[in-house]
């Protein structure tokens, strides 16, 4: 006699034969060898933004992708309705393999790794020389950061009209980073040319703390997209979150569809207030000092070469690098071992 009610447990329940037998769950995927190649302008609650032949295109992760995370720069193959009209929903089946990953954390006790973004090959470090001032240790945990992601650091500097630049510049010359000196007045008049040169043909990644006039910057080396901007706490000397997500831009009069061949891209990231490095190996830092890096094959094993035996002193005093790279060796790799605030 079957029961029913609360009296039933799992004897009771009643099995239905298939007839037809049981299907087998494959695991073979669709390949979507006709998927649509696509380029991710912006991420926003689980609506992924991408340029589809020319087009916007608002699509979301297929399930087949996990957690596997998509984030800005990303080139995806898209599938489903690629016409960009309003209320229509395609869907991202793959992310191709990515040249490059530019990651942080929150901080240096942090033990998840964020991607900023994908596939830069640039990324243009904004400070403010005053209102705020300069943060150096920001500057270098940047400098860190793109060393480890294979990216070119590029030091923009803005707001030469409050602060000379030569002191901030000094500091990093041993580095041999690249360089270039904004001040608002020339933002204001259309002057950003000397910026958007050094942008041609890359794709490149904007960081920098609140209040730096990174996404001024941006709006005037793109004018018909601007973003709201913000001012600078007068208690604090802190700016105030005005960009909450990372956007890519094409810059004017460029090609509008990646890889960029007589433009270039552009990705404003939001303001940080901390670049947390706990994701990144410091023997990885001396791959950018091709002049340092052969000296390191006298050093001991596992040397952190900041050590009595290291190597790289005889190296340097052999005539083979300049003290002073030597130097920013090892204040970058002491940047890795210490928060940003010390």
Not at 217 to 235: E, I, K, M, S
Request: proline share 7%.
């Amino acid at each position: 006699m079957r029961r029913y009610g609360k009296h039933t447990d799992e004897d009771d329940i009643r099995v239905r034969p298939n007839r037809r037998g049981s299907r087998p769950r494959t695991h073979i995927r669709p390949k979507h060898e006709d998927a649509a190649e696509g380029f991710v302008l912006t991420v926003d609650r689980g609506r992924i933004t991408c340029l589809v032949e020319e087009r916007t295109v608002v699509a979301m992760k297929a399930r087949e992708l996990g957690r596997k995370s998509v984030v800005v720069g990303d080139r995806v193959a898209v599938v489903g309705d690629l016409s960009g009209a309003r209320d229509t929903l395609a869907r991202i089946v793959r992310v191709e393999e990515r040249s490059s990953v530019l990651r942080r954390t929150a901080d240096d006790t942090d033990p998840y790794e964020r991607v900023v973004v994908a596939n830069a090959d640039q990324l243009a470090i904004v400070t403010a020389l005053a209102d705020p001032e300069p943060r150096p240790r920001m500057i270098d945990r940047c400098l860190v950061a793109a060393y480890d992601a294979g990216l070119e650091p590029l030091l923009v500097l803005t707001k030469a009209d409050l602060a000379p630049a030569g002191p901030l510049l000094e500091t990093y010359a041993p580095l041999g980073v690249r360089h270039v000196v904004t001040n608002r007045d020339e933002l204001a008049d259309g002057g950003a040319e000397r910026v958007r040169e050094l942008l041609l043909g890359r794709v490149t990644a904007f960081v920098g703390h609140s209040g730096v006039g990174k996404t001024t910057l941006v709006n005037a080396l793109v004018p018909d997209r601007q973003r709201a901007t913000g001012q600078v706490n007068a208690v604090t000397g802190r700016g105030r979150h005005t960009t909450t997500s990372a956007l890519a831009l094409p810059l004017p009069g460029g090609t509008a569809f990646p890889p960029p061949e007589h433009g270039g891209w552009v990705i404003d990231t939001p303001g940080v207030r901390s670049f947390g490095l706990n994701h990144i190996d410091p023997s990885r830092v001396i791959h950018a000092f091709p002049d340092l890096e052969p000296g390191t094959a006298g050093c001991p094993r596992a040397c952190s070469h900041d050590e009595p035996d290291c190597a790289l002193d005889a190296w340097v005093t052999d005539g083979h690098a300049e003290p002073a790279r030597l130097h920013s060796l090892r204040r970058l790799l002491a940047t890795r071992e210490r928060r940003e605030g010390d």
